[in-house]
């Protein structure tokens, strides 16, 4: 491991937050820097490669830089630019939004300002916090892991925190030396309190803990939590969640309830929603109706239209949807909060709204008969999936709205739709102040036929039988392979197809030479590729 000083002035910010510097056509990755600074950087390598670059001196200070307010700024790491003033951290994640787009999707298109938050302080309704032994014994710290470790920051006052949910955190640490809990020890992997989860509701006084253990039992729990409930009553609810496995997963399988009903409500355009341990809620809930409502006011609805919210989760989107649609579909493969969403909908009087335990690409593909005016998908970080993406073009909705918690693959997924869909607008939204992560809402329309991408036949002018668009030779050799573990060849389909009276183009899989044999399709092959027709209504 060698190191190395220079000075450079950082010529932009990455995706990270991280000023960018050059030296010897190196680049480098800089925390807590910023674009037109100038700095004493030192550089650590390892085998020869640049593995950590820092701040040694700062040389000038960009107008854009504030003092951080967080005294645990440099060592936590859960923020990364709060010495950002804050109209430079929206202007940032506009920039952000733009530059990935047309880095990773070549998609140059205008994107709005970003949405921001009329107070970036105290917005996190949701905490979870590692339990680990203090410095003297008997002791438990709680706070956060700083930056790519496992290394415990012991935090007493996070300024992104509910304040509601600090002084709960106070009160636990007090009653767990009463009750003489023991902290978690991750490397010897010994005690019982390993995370502790607070969410709190932004409409109502209402609160959760959920105490995360490495054991099942729990020597006196009742105890504490009514202790705790009786001296914070805003606590409606208390869970245990048991977590035995050595993971970085926060949450286990197994949870009981130990006080309560197990959940706390929130309201968003008028609607409780109903929020559990494990169910996902947007964790600003400052911004939550702004999020949404650009989503909801782009697909101008008029009460006439079909809807469907993919990726629905607890049916919140969905749900704050259906007062403006004729009717709400919502489709989501995790069945505990398909549970969760009719719930949902049951304690707000929805009767427009049904949500269905169901992988979203298999719903559409199964129900290409029903028409959606409106698609709503809000997936995970890692983007949709191609098949799901065909799926909705064969729907053909005349508007997408997508909300995006990654620019990366929000540009990747838009690639797969720009054919038949225009953008309409790109609008950041910030639900993470001080740190780098954005929300974007990306409503589509579909173009008219004419703009659209034409189908270009081959000389021979053989058409394509209504069968062959049902579903794509790789959409086939997809179901097959996820089904039985099995791959199958586009020629092993093209013979069955042909055998099943569903006719190729001439120029499908035939034999350079007239002589050559072709090898032929086993009957166990056959007899999937059937099933995957029969499925895509293809037989």
């Given at each position: 491991m060698t190191k190395k000083k220079f000075e450079a002035v950082a010529f932009a910010v990455d995706d990270e937050g991280k000023g960018m510097v050059a030296d010897n056509g190196v680049t480098f990755f800089v925390p807590n820097l910023l674009k037109g600074e100038k700095a004493e950087i030192e550089t650590t390598f390892s085998y020869g490669k640049p593995?950590?670059?820092?701040?040694?001196?700062?040389?000038?200070?960009?107008?854009?830089?504030?003092?951080?307010?967080?005294?645990?700024?440099?060592?936590?790491?859960?923020?990364?630019?709060?010495?950002?003033?804050?109209?430079?951290?929206?202007?940032?994640?506009?920039?952000?939004?733009?530059n990935l787009l047309k880095k990773f999707g070549k998609i140059d298109v205008k994107v709005n300002p970003t949405v921001g938050v009329e107070n970036p302080w105290n917005f996190r309704n949701k905490i979870q916090k590692p339990v680990r032994p203090g410095k003297k014994k008997g002791e438990i710290s709680v706070g956060f892991f700083a930056e790519n470790t496992h290394n415990l920051i012991s935090v007493d006052n996070c300024l992104?925190?509910?304040?509601?949910?600090?002084?709960?955190?106070?009160?636990?640490?007090?009653?767990?030396?009463?009750?003489?809990?023991?902290?978690?020890?991750?490397?010897?992997?010994?005690?019982?309190?390993?995370?502790?989860?607070?969410?709190?509701?932004?409409?109502?006084?209402?609160?959760?803990?959920?105490f995360v253990t490495a054991q099942d039992v729990f020597p006196g729990i009742k105890n504490l939590a009514k202790n705790l409930v009786?001296?914070?009553?805003?606590?409606?609810?208390?869970?245990?969640?048991?977590?035995?496995?050595?993971?970085?997963?926060?949450?286990?399988?197994?949870?009981?309830?130990?006080?309560?009903?197990?959940?706390?409500?929130?309201?968003?355009?008028?609607?409780?929603?109903?929020?559990?341990?494990?169910?996902?809620?947007?964790?600003?809930?400052?911004?939550?109706?702004?999020?949404?409502?650009?989503?909801?006011?782009?697909?101008?609805?008029?009460?006439?239209?079909?809807?469907?919210?993919?990726?629905?989760?607890?049916?919140?989107?969905?749900?704050?949807?259906?007062?403006?649609?004729?009717?709400?579909?919502?489709?989501?493969?995790?069945?505990?909060?398909?549970?969760?969403?009719?719930?949902?909908?049951?304690i707000n009087g929805v009767t427009n709204a049904t949500f269905i335990a169901d992988d979203c690409t298999d719903y559409i593909l199964n129900n290409l008969d029903e028409h959606f005016d409106v698609i709503f998908m809000d997936p995970p970080r890692k983007g949709s999936t191609p098949e799901f993406l065909n799926a909705v073009k064969k729907m053909s909705p005349r508007k997408i709205a997508y909300i995006s918690c990654n620019p990366v693959t929000l540009a990747r997924d838009l690639v797969f739709l720009k054919d038949e869909y225009s953008i309409d607008f790109v609008t950041p939204v910030d639900l993470f102040p001080h740190s780098a992560h954005v929300e974007t809402v990306t409503l589509l329309q579909r173009k008219d036929i004419d703009d659209r991408l034409k189908v270009r036949f081959d000389l021979d002018n053989v058409p394509l039988v209504k069968e062959e668009t049902k579903a794509t030779y790789q959409e086939i050799k997809?179901?097959?392979?996820?089904?039985?573990?099995?791959?199958?060849?586009?020629?092993?389909?093209?013979?069955?197809?042909?055998?099943?009276?569903?006719?190729?183009?001439?120029?499908?899989?035939?034999?350079?030479?007239?002589?050559?044999?072709?090898?032929?399709?086993?009957?166990?092959?056959?007899?999937?590729?059937?099933?995957?027709?029969?499925?895509f209504k293809m037989l």
């Open positions: 593995s950590d670059a820092r701040v040694v001196k700062r040389l000038t200070n960009s107008p854009d830089r504030v003092t951080p307010k967080c005294k645990y700024y440099d060592k936590c790491g859960g923020c990364s630019i709060m010495h950002m003033s804050y109209e430079s951290q929206l202007k940032y994640k506009q920039e952000k939004v733009y992104i925190e509910d304040k509601r949910s600090i002084a709960i955190t106070d009160k636990i640490l007090e009653l767990c030396k009463k009750y003489k809990v023991q902290p978690y020890d991750e490397d010897k992997r010994t005690g019982l309190l390993r995370h502790i989860l607070i969410k709190t509701s932004f409409s109502y006084d209402e609160a959760m803990v959920c009786n001296e914070m009553p805003i606590i409606k609810t208390v869970v245990q969640n048991i977590n035995t496995r050595k993971t970085n997963v926060i949450l286990g399988e197994k949870e009981r309830i130990v006080y309560g009903p197990g959940r706390i409500k929130d309201n968003i355009f008028g609607l409780d929603f109903l929020i559990s341990a494990k169910s996902f809620y947007q964790t600003n809930p400052r911004q939550i109706e702004k999020l949404y409502g650009l989503a909801i006011e782009g697909a101008k609805l008029t009460g006439t239209e079909k809807v469907l919210d993919a990726y629905c989760g607890t049916g919140t989107i969905g749900l704050c949807a259906s007062k403006y649609a004729k009717e709400v579909i919502g489709v989501e493969i995790v069945k505990e909060a398909i549970r969760d969403a009719t719930n949902n909908a049951k997809d179901y097959i392979f996820n089904k039985y573990n099995v791959k199958v060849s586009t020629l092993n389909i093209a013979q069955t197809k042909t055998k099943y009276g569903i006719i190729e183009r001439e120029c499908y899989n035939k034999p350079k030479d007239e002589d050559s044999r072709q090898p032929k399709c086993t009957r166990e092959k056959e007899e999937m590729i059937v099933d995957a027709l029969k499925h």
